[in-house]
């Protein structure tokens, strides 16, 4: 599509578990997709915290790909299979980012892929990237 970049490949990232980009960029917004705490390698660590932390190494990475950080995030969206990790979470995520913040959404879900216990989404803004 015309003005729209699809990322790929994104160093230090699990590839795309279906048929979704990693990333999708319009003008000076990424559009990041949601990122478990699937390893490069493809395995999963157990515990909440230790999946909190690689969804955030994931994240990260596809930023880096798109050519921001986790600094440039706008918007974070959580789904968690247990709402009980709220705390956990917060605890995780102030290790990854400062304030401001970015807008946040922690929603509880039935499911995720692969058994994952947490998922994190978001949109990341690049005010140097052209506009579409």
């Known amino acids: 599509m015309a003005g729209i970049d699809h990322l790929n490949g994104a160093p230090g990232a699990p590839?795309?578990?279906?048929?979704?980009?990693?990333?999708a960029a319009a003008g000076p917004f990424v559009f990041l997709a949601g990122q478990i705490g699937v390893r490069p390698d493809g395995g999963m660590d157990d515990g909440f915290e230790a999946q909190a932390q690689q969804c955030f190494a994931n994240l990260a990475a596809v930023c880096k790909h798109a050519g921001g950080g986790l600094d440039?995030?706008?918007?974070?969206?959580?789904?968690?299979?247990?709402?009980?990790?709220?705390a956990a979470f917060n605890?995780?995520?102030?290790?990854?980012l400062s304030a401001p913040y970015p807008a946040r959404a922690?929603?509880?879900v039935a499911a995720l892929p692969k058994g994952a216990l947490v998922e994190l989404e978001g949109?990341?803004?690049l005010p140097g990237r052209p506009a579409a």
Do not use: I
């Open 106 to 108: 922690l929603v509880g």
């Open 91 to 96: 605890a995780v995520a102030e290790q990854h």
């Open 72 to 86: 440039g995030l706008l918007k974070l969206n959580v789904y968690v299979t247990d709402v009980a990790n709220f």
């Open 123 to 125: 949109v990341l803004h």
């Open 15 to 23: 590839a795309a578990l279906g048929p979704y980009s990693q990333a």
